[in-house]
């Protein structure tokens, strides 16, 4: 196809930010220039700055996600009550915003979930009681909120549950499904796809662009239960970890030096002995893919 025609179309389908979410610099045959050019997207855009917000409130979000990495569960009132005690005046109305903000809201029973349109993307939990005895059988994904210098971003991961390997990951400062299906597919170009894909009730995951692309691919739909954060309890874990180990000692600038420093995290935690299943994750996910071959 020829590149003018190209570049007219996708401006035609697709808006700027779902196409500079399309950029990775990960990318080999493409310089991150030269995609931005095909795309039709500013190079400037790329350098992320971490989305604003007033003084107060960054500092209160990095006080309400250290706290919620601890104690998931824990709603609105409970975080009013947690905040008050430690001198920030706040109410009911300003908690759920900055959750909402943060993309923690997916926690809670929320009532957008009901609308017509979302009903018909919400898939049952399907792990209950299954046994994971190899590799690529359970892929748990989701988001969490970063806390930086000046603002936030959003990190997302794919995590291979038997094996405790993180097969994908991303960085944005918007939560969109683009993005996390970009995520996917990259992991599942690089590791093969998995029998089941879980996650939770989010927007991002609850939609037509997930939900039907994982339908494509044949690979089953599991969805965490509506307040039931531990269902992804994987994940959950993963996120504690690279917060305090890295996170929250390493407060990042801009979006290429949080990039590089998860990138580097991830690296040593999948090279790391894993203390529950006594094996590095990606020893334990080669050794697992070997004996299924």
């Not at 401006?11 to 196409?19: D, P, S």
């Not at 960054?58 to 009013?80: Q, R």
């Not at 939990?125 to 892929?139: F, H, P, Q, S, T």
């Not at 549950?161 to 944005?172: L, N, Q, T």
Request: with cysteine; charged share 25%; glycine share 6%.
């Amino acid at each position: 196809m020829n590149v003018k025609i190209f570049k007219k179309k996708f401006q035609e389908t697709w808006g700027i930010a779902e196409r500079a979410s399309l950029i990775s610099p990960r990318m080999k045959k493409l310089s991150v220039r030269r995609q931005c050019e095909l795309l039709s997207v500013n190079r400037s855009r790329l350098y992320y700055k971490p989305v604003g917000e007033k003084p107060e409130n960054i500092k209160m979000m990095e006080i309400m996600d250290k706290h919620l990495t601890d104690h998931p569960t824990e709603g609105v009132l409970s975080i009013v009550l947690f905040l008050i005690a430690r001198h920030h005046p706040v109410g009911p109305k300003r908690i759920r915003r900055l959750l909402k903000i943060m993309g923690r809201e997916t926690i809670y029973r929320r009532k957008n979930l009901t609308k017509q349109g979302m009903k018909e993307f919400i898939k049952p939990y399907l792990l209950r009681g299954l046994k994971i005895e190899y590799a690529n059988k359970v892929w748990c994904t989701d988001i969490t909120y970063i806390p930086m210098r000046n603002g936030f971003m959003y990190l997302t991961a794919i995590i291979d549950v038997y094996s405790r390997k993180i097969v994908g990951w991303g960085i944005s400062n918007s939560l969109t499904a683009q993005w996390c299906k970009n995520v996917l597919e990259d992991a599942i170009a690089q590791h093969g796809k998995p029998e089941i894909v879980n996650s939770d009730q989010g927007t991002q995951y609850t939609s037509a662009l997930w939900t039907q692309y994982l339908e494509k691919m044949s690979i089953n739909i599991s969805m965490d239960g509506k307040g039931r954060a531990l269902d992804n309890i994987w994940i959950e874990r993963f996120w504690k970890s690279i917060k305090y180990n890295y996170i929250y000692l390493n407060p990042a600038n801009d979006g290429f030096e949080l990039y590089e420093g998860v990138q580097n995290h991830i690296a040593y935690y999948n090279d790391k002995t894993h203390h529950t299943t006594k094996q590095p994750p990606n020893v334990r996910f080669e050794e697992s893919n070997k004996k299924v071959a």
